[in-house]
C-alpha cells in the first residue's frame, strides 16, 4: 500500500526567505510524485508532478522538488517565498498499478511573516 | 488539463437528510475520483468511478452510505445519505487524464469542491 508522511503540520517563513517542505513516501514500486496547492477556500492545484527522468523538477510559482529513491523523498523547494504562498500544501503518491489513485499526505500549513 | 466544476459549491443541511453533489468535467474521461476533505484535514479517497463500471470505494465507505452515478463520460454525482454532523466535510471530485502524451502517466485535476455542513 501507498503511504505519504509530510513530517510539519506548520512552517512559518518570512516572505523573501527560502521554503522546503518535507514529504517522504512508501511505495514498492516506482511512485508517480505531486505537489498541490490549496489555499484557503479553494480547490487543489498541481504545483509540479514526477512520473520518470529527471530527479529535480521544476514547477508552477518558482517552485521545485527533487525526487531522492534512496531517501524515499520529494521535497518541495521556493528559494524565495512571497505573502501569497500561505496556503496548505499536500504530497500525494500515485501509481499506475493502483488504478492511478492518489494518496495524500497530512499536510503543511505554511504562514508567511512580512 | 481538465476544467471541472461542482455543485453546489456548499450547503448546509439537516442530519438524517441526504444531498447530492454533482461533477461536471469539460472533456471525457474515463477515470474519476470522490475524495473527502474532513475539516484541518488531508484529503481521503472515497471511490474511484470510472464508466461503464460500478464505482470502487475505499476501506471505511460503502455504496449505501455514498452512492455514485457516472452516467458518461463527463459527469457524475455523489449522493451523501443520512447525514449526520460527522459527514461535514468538503468533498471534491478528480479526473485523471494522460498528460504529456504518454499514456500510461496520468495526472489528477480537481474540481473546487462542495463544501458541507451537517447540523
Known amino acids: 500500500a501507498q503511504s505519504v508522511t509530510q513530517p510539519d503540520i506548520h512552517i512559518t517563513v518570512s516572505e523573501g526567505a527560502s521554503l522546503e517542505l518535507r514529504c517522504n513516501y512508501s511505495y514498492g514500486a516506482t511512485p508517480y510524485l505531486f505537489w498541490y496547492v490549496q489555499s484557503p477556500g479553494q480547490g487543489l492545484q498541481l504545483l509540479l508532478k514526477?512520473?520518470?527522468?529527471?530527479?529535480l523538477v521544476q514547477g508552477i510559482k518558482g517552485f521545485e522538488a527533487e525526487f531522492k529513491r534512496s531517501q524515499s523523498s520529494f521535497n518541495l523547494r521556493k528559494p524565495s517565498v512571497h505573502w501569497s504562498d500561505a496556503a496548505e500544501y499536500f504530497c500525494?503518491?500515485?501509481?499506475?498499478?493502483?488504478?492511478?489513485?492518489?494518496?495524500f499526505g497530512g499536510g503543511t500549513r505554511v504562514l508567511v511573516k512580512p | 488539463s481538465a476544467v471541472i466544476s461542482q455543485k453546489p459549491s456548499r450547503d448546509i443541511c439537516q442530519r438524517g437528510t441526504s444531498l447530492t453533489i454533482q461533477c461536471q468535467v469539460d472533456?471525457?474521461?474515463?477515470?474519476m475520483f470522490w475524495y473527502r476533505q474532513q475539516p484541518g484535514q488531508s484529503l481521503t479517497l472515497i471511490a474511484t468511478a470510472n464508466q461503464g463500471s460500478e464505482a470502487t470505494y475505499e476501506s471505511g465507505f460503502v455504496i449505501d452510505k455514498f452512492p455514485i452515478s457516472r452516467p458518461n463520460l463527463t459527469f457524475s454525482t455523489l449522493t451523501v445519505s443520512n447525514m449526520s454532523p460527522e459527514d461535514s466535510s468538503i468533498y471534491l471530485c478528480s479526473v485523471a487524464k494522460a498528460t504529456s502524451g504518454r499514456a500510461a502517466y496520468n495526472e489528477q485535476f480537481f474540481g473546487p469542491g462542495t463544501r458541507l455542513t451537517v447540523l
Open positions: 472533456s471525457q474521461v474515463t477515470m
Open positions: 500525494a503518491v500515485g501509481a499506475r498499478a493502483a488504478g492511478n489513485k492518489l494518496t
Open positions: 514526477y512520473f520518470s527522468g529527471d530527479t
